[in-house]
């Protein structure tokens, strides 16, 4: 009993419990979802296919913009709506780049590293100015996200003049599909890279214990020499990286863009995935690898839903239902009430324990 109250009370028991159960429905509904096979591309590459590999292949943009979230949920208790739109704007800004201002190219004109520190640039001053109204403002999150959720794709459109940017230069398609000789998608490496930075990023600098300092107390945090407006406009400045990382993945597979329906609620995939790796909406402590391992569980949920043939449209109610679950089993309340019942449950088998002997 005191194992399983341990192995219950870790933060990671929640994916990792949601994953189990997703693995044992889709292994009684149908067992061909776990079928991979081996087969070769237009190009006569090998590549892997089949559902597995999509949540591989999808669920790792979503593990990118976890790591971002994360950050920004822990240090200002609220979360970024804008991503989807923020993520326009930086897909616009590299086609914009990579097409050397033209509707169309054949050819890149430009190297894709330079295109993606356009797109890195373009994130971070949309975070920059998301995390100065919520850091320096004082606007509550969702508020101050609010403005480029509304705005963000009028301006990524408008930074093409309204047009649809198209780059058909094969070698760009390998950033969102596979390496040439390598069958495991490119976004799956391109997602261990990021999570890779982010370990490095709180193994060796101080911003993941000043980030949970903020998010816990941020006038106890002030008084230990942190600055809390400083910490919250960064965790927004890095979610900015995340997102033109994951804009480089998404214009890739499309090789365009469409404004107003590319990354549509994507937002809300991220701010469930942070949910689901157990960490408080709240802010403060967080567990990173809980979130990325919840972003490839909510892709796993989703494949799973399409594999089922659920309409997209319906897809967010679906989702809706496991935030409402996540959240009232996360609520202070409940969770001392099920310790109370836990507890009681103890005593109970305890004193029959005693009578029996």
């Known amino acids: 009993m ?7 009370g870790k933060q990671i028991f929640i994916p990792i419990a949601a994953l189990l159960i997703l ?4 292994l009684c509904a149908d067992p061909s979802f776990f079928k991979i096979t081996l087969g ?3 190009a006569g590459n090998p590549v892997l296919s089949g559902y597995l590999v999509t949540i591989l292949d999808y669920g790792s943009e979503l593990a990118i913009l976890a790591i971002g979230m994360t950050l ?10 804008s991503v989807g739109a923020t993520l326009a704007i930086a897909g616009s800004a590299m086609l914009k780049v990579l097409c050397g201002g033209a509707t ?46 509304t ?13 649809l940017p198209i780059i058909s230069d094969s070698a760009f398609t390998v950033y969102g599909g596979f390496i040439p000789g390598i069958p495991i998608p490119t976004p799956f490496f391109i997602a261990a890279l990021c999570v890779l930075a982010a370990w490095c990023l709180l193994k060796f600098t101080t911003i993941g214990l000043y980030t949970q300092a903020v998010g816990i107390n941020e006038n106890s945090a002030r008084l230990n020499g942190i600055n809390p407006e400083f ?54 402590k967080f567990n990173l ?4 391992l919840g972003a490839y569980v909510i892709q796993f949920l989703t494949t799973t839903l399409y594999k089922f043939n659920v309409q997209s449209d319906a897809l967010p109610a679906y989702k809706a239902v496991v935030v409402i679950a996540l959240v009232v089993f996360s609520a202070p309340t409940v969770r001392a009430k099920l310790t109370e019942l836990s507890k009681k449950k103890s005593r109970s088998v305890q004193l029959a324990g005693k009578e029996a002997a």
């Open 289 to 292: 690898w809980a979130s990325i």
């Open 40 to 42: 070769t591309n237009s």
């Open 72 to 81: 920004v949920t822990a240090a200002s208790g609220g979360q970024d709506i």
């Open 151 to 163: 705005a963000g794709r009028s301006i990524a459109a408008w930074i093409n003049n309204n047009e």
């Open 2 to 8: 005191t194992n399983l109250k341990k192995i219950v």
């Open 104 to 149: 169309s190219a054949s050819v890149m004109q430009a190297p894709v590293i330079v295109a993606l520190l356009v797109g890195c640039i373009a994130a971070m001053l949309a975070g920059a100015f998301n995390g100065a109204l919520v850091a320096y403002f004082r606007i509550q999150p969702m508020v101050a996200t609010l403005i480029l959720y």
């Open 231 to 284: 910490i919250k406009f960064l965790s927004f400045v890095i979610l900015g990286v995340c997102v033109a990382v994951a804009a480089l993945i998404k214009i890739s597979r499309l090789s365009t863009i469409n404004y107003s329906v590319i990354a549509k609620d994507i937002e809300m995939d991220a701010i469930l995935a942070v949910a689901l790796g157990g960490n408080a909406l709240g802010g403060g």
């Open 23 to 26: 693995i044992l429905f889709n």
